[in-house]
Each structure stands twice: as C-alpha cells, then as structure tokens.
C-alpha cells in the first residue's frame, strides 16, 4: 500500500489523538472525583446510622421515663389515700398499724423509682447531647458532600466537552485519510494494539520495542510513501521526517 507524506502525517495526527481519547475515557472511568464522592456519600450514610440509633435508644429512654413517671404517680397516689384514711381515724388500731407500715414501704419503693428515674434523666440527657453533635455533623458532612458532588459533576462535564472536542476532530481527521489507510489503521486498532506509531531510532513507537538491523535496513530501502507495518505488532510504522521525539 501506498501512502503521501502528508496522509501519514494526517494517520499520525490520528493515533495521536485517539491516545488522548483512551486516556479521557479512562480518566472518566477512573475518576478520582468519583471517589472522593463516595468517601464523601460512606461518611453522611454512616453518621446517619449514627443519629438513628441515638433516636432509638433515646426513644428507649422515653419509655423508661414514662414508665418510671406512671409508676410513681401511682405510688403517690396510694400514699394519697392510705393518709387519708390515716388522717379520718375511722381505722382501728390493727389497720392503723397496717397502713403505717404500707406507708413505709410505698416511701421506700417511691424513693427507688425516683433515683431510677433521675439515672434515666441523665442517661437521656446524654443521648441528647449525643444526637446534638449527631445532627451538627450530618450538616457538616452534608456540605462536604454536595461538595463533592459538584466537583465530581464539574469534572464529568469537562470530560465530556474534551471527548466531543476530540470526536470533532477525529472525524475532520478520518475525512481527509485515504480509506484503505484508515481501514488498515482500524483494523489495527481492533485487534487490541496501537494503529500507527513512529519509528523512532530502532524502536517502533506503537510497542516500544527495538526492531533487528535486517528489518530496519529493509524499511530504510522502502519508498518514502510505502506503507509498512512492524514486525513485531503490526502496527503502521511512520517514518516521516519530524516525527522522531
């Protein structure tokens, strides 16, 4: 196959540029916005893992509280009546006594529900303070969060824009290739490897690998505008003058 100088200068612009779009694509894929998102999005589901188990064991503590308060109320209110009958003196001596010693128990038991109750308060008011700094950090990560998000939405679009900026090109590039050129070149590519690279010294610049003496002198005896592959990947060996980094 034959080539002009400037077509290989075109397939070379080309297999430059699709290296850059492998390396956006694989930015895209790889994005370490996306992670810094996903740190960001672990931390806000956690503290909120966090801040429901307060809301249950404070919701836990409620209920002691209630309990403790109801009991209580109702140790008053057999104080209340067992006094009154105290205070009637309808009661004989044995009831009396009765009653005086129901009394002291209900003082005691009363005094046990409220030290129970008072550990329960402060239990409480721990688990508040606790769900307080809970809710300041889910702000806190929340911010960071929609952070996150942006940067990682910001970067995306960059990405996005180069990608369509490139595909522009490419296809302004592909229109202005000899067909068959692009055609091996596509093939190429298909099979995995690079589709065209310089030769650059004695090394071809798509495997980076050296190429024997007999090989190198057969292509330096090869036309200028004569297409030639490597003999070690196949790829589309360019040998215009220039090109050599």
Same mark, same amino acid.
């Given at each position: 196959?034959?080539?002009e100088?400037w ?9 430059e ?6 390396r ?5 894929? $790889?994005?370490?916005?996306? #992670?810094?998102? *996903? *740190? ?7 503290a $909120? ?7 249950l064991?404070l919701?836990?503590v409620?209920?002691?509280v ?10 008053r209110? @057999?104080?209340?009546?067992? @006094?009154?009958l105290?205070d009637? =003196?309808?009661?004989?001596?044995k009831?009396?006594t009765?009653l ?6 209900l003082?005691r ?14 239990? #409480?008011?721990?688990?508040?303070a606790?769900?307080? @700094?809970?809710?300041?950090k ?5 911010s960071?969060l929609s ?6 939405d910001?970067? @995306?679009t960059?990405?996005a ?6 595909l522009?090109? #490419?296809s ?6 000899d ?6 070149y596509? #093939?190429?590519?298909?099979r =995995? =490897?690079?589709?065209? =690279?310089?030769?650059?010294g004695r090394?071809?610049g798509?495997?980076?690998? *050296? ?5 190198l002198?057969?292509i ?6 004569e ?5 070690e990947?196949?790829a589309i060996?360019?040998r ?6």
């Amino acid at each position: 196959m034959k080539a002009e100088l400037w077509q290989q200068k075109s397939l070379h612009e080309l297999a430059e540029l699709d290296a850059e779009i492998a390396r956006n694509e694989h930015r895209t894929k $790889n994005l370490g916005e996306q #992670r810094a998102l *996903e *740190e960001a999005q672990a931390a806000h589901h956690e503290a $909120n893992d966090r801040l429901a188990a307060l809301q249950l064991a404070l919701a836990d503590v409620d209920a002691q509280v209630a309990k403790f308060e109801t009991e209580i109320d109702s140790v008053r209110q @057999r104080e209340d009546r067992d @006094r009154s009958l105290l205070d009637s =003196g309808t009661v004989d001596a044995k009831a009396l006594t009765e009653l005086q010693h129901e009394l002291d128990t209900l003082q005691r038991r009363q005094t046990s529900l409220e030290d129970s109750l008072l550990e329960v308060m402060e239990r #409480r008011e721990e688990l508040a303070a606790d769900q307080d @700094r809970a809710l300041e950090k889910i702000d806190e990560l929340q911010s960071a969060l929609s952070d996150a998000q942006r940067v990682r939405d910001d970067a @995306r679009t960059e990405l996005a824009q180069r990608r369509h900026q490139s595909l522009s090109h #490419r296809s302004d590039l592909v229109a202005g290739i000899d067909e068959a050129l692009v055609a091996l070149y596509e #093939r190429q590519r298909a099979r =995995g =490897g690079v589709g065209a =690279g310089v030769l650059q010294g004695r090394r071809c610049g798509a495997c980076r690998i *050296e190429i024997d003496k007999g090989e190198l002198a057969r292509i330096a005896a090869a036309a200028d505008d004569e297409v030639l592959r490597c003999p070690e990947c196949a790829a589309i060996l360019l040998r215009v003058q220039g090109f050599q980094s």
